[in-house]
């Protein structure tokens, strides 16, 4: 294969100039008129032709080559350097031959997809600290194609049949001729009448038009795992539009976002809460609670001089971890309140702490 850069002594991100520039340079040297070798002006003049135009320059950067031939074997195509060059899967190799080549049995993988299956759907869902740390079950209404009751799906009207596509003769595909920088090719695509099914109805249900689907709503229940997190995405097979004349429906995501908690703090699978304590509880120590997500009191202790800022970890306390076992940890933050405002007698006894150097 000709390295059509080292001809003209360019570098592959040569520019347009760069290129002119050189290969007048080289024509000058090399012209046969001026004693030049013929054969390196025309190999000279080949290199230019490809790398001065734009699209034979992008394919010969992508192939290594410039298909000006018609293909099927004509000259110009070297199968051998195709075959050993291109890196893509069985499918891949396929879908390319049968575009450049038109051939009909290497248009495969339309026909492996299902025409008919219906759309995913993508939706975003809010829900609160709480519903992430138990788990719920929430009704949603969405909005989609939804299966038509009255042909049950098929496009049919009741009482009458599917027959052959007349435009593709129940194959699914006709040919169709496109004009590339390649070339002419006759290529595969899917029938426009039967949309790939190879089939239509005899007579189209009259409240779908053929379709098997309408527009409509539908109320589904959705359970959100408890421990879930903020932009996890849950994915509920055939819960998207209905397909296509009973094609498969489609899949919904939804797309989890935790509204922001007024006392409780989340980091990663750990819970994090400020815990407002009395001066005296800080001082002696003793006992206090508080309300967890799930609603459930809790004790805990408080170690006599405990400070404003110390952290009391709860080991087991935090959130669910998702799809597992076990749980994070809950870290209380104490915080003291200072009282602004004393009774007589609360002040007389701080004035007495105050003589006892406290």
């Not at 290594?64 to 050993?84: I, L, Q, S």
């Not at 920088?181 to 007579?203: A, D, I, N, S």
């Amino acid at each position: 294969m000709k390295d059509y850069y080292k001809i003209l002594g360019v570098s592959p991100n040569a520019s347009p100039e760069e290129i002119r520039e050189a290969y007048y340079r080289l024509a000058h040297k090399y012209h046969p008129d001026k004693g030049g070798d013929p054969e390196k002006f025309k190999e000279i003049n080949e290199a230019y032709q490809v790398l001065s135009d734009k699209e034979k320059r992008a394919q010969y950067d992508k192939y290594g080559r410039v298909f000006e031939e018609a293909p099927k074997g004509a000259p110009g195509f070297d199968f051998e350097w195709f075959w050993g060059t291109q890196d893509f899967d069985f499918e891949d190799l396929e879908d390319l031959l049968g575009e450049f080549f038109g051939f009909g049995p290497f248009s495969s993988r339309q026909r492996k997809k299902d025409l008919r299956r219906g759309n995913d759907i993508q939706i975003a869902l809010e829900i609160d600290l709480e519903t992430a740390y138990s788990g719920d079950k929430t009704e949603i209404e969405l909005e989609k194609f939804i299966k038509c009751q009255r042909c049950g799906g098929s496009g049919a009207e009741p009482g009458t049949k599917l027959k052959e596509c007349p435009i593709c003769r129940g194959t699914g595909q006709v040919q169709e001729i496109k004009r590339t920088f390649f070339g002419t090719f006759t290529r595969w695509t899917v029938c426009p009448q039967c949309r790939g099914e190879g089939y239509v109805p005899e007579v189209p249900c009259n409240v779908c038009r053929g379709e098997g689907r309408i527009k409509g709503k539908e109320k589904i229940l959705v359970e959100i795992p408890a421990g879930i997190d903020n932009n996890q995405v849950l994915e509920f097979p055939e819960k998207g539009d209905a397909g296509r004349r009973g094609g498969k429906p489609g899949n919904l995501y939804i797309k989890i976002f935790i509204k922001p908690h007024p006392s409780f703090k989340r980091k990663g699978d750990d819970l994090y809460l400020n815990l407002p304590i009395n001066f005296s509880l800080a001082v002696l120590g003793g006992e206090t609670e508080f309300y967890h997500l799930d609603g459930k009191k809790i004790k805990v202790k408080i170690p006599p001089g405990s400070e404003s800022g110390k952290l009391i970890k709860l080991s087991g306390m935090g959130m669910p971890h998702f799809g597992g076992r076990g749980k994070g940890d809950l870290y209380l933050q104490l915080k003291v309140k200072i009282p602004r405002k004393l009774t007589k007698r609360q002040r007389e006894l701080i004035e007495k702490l105050k003589e006892e150097g406290i």
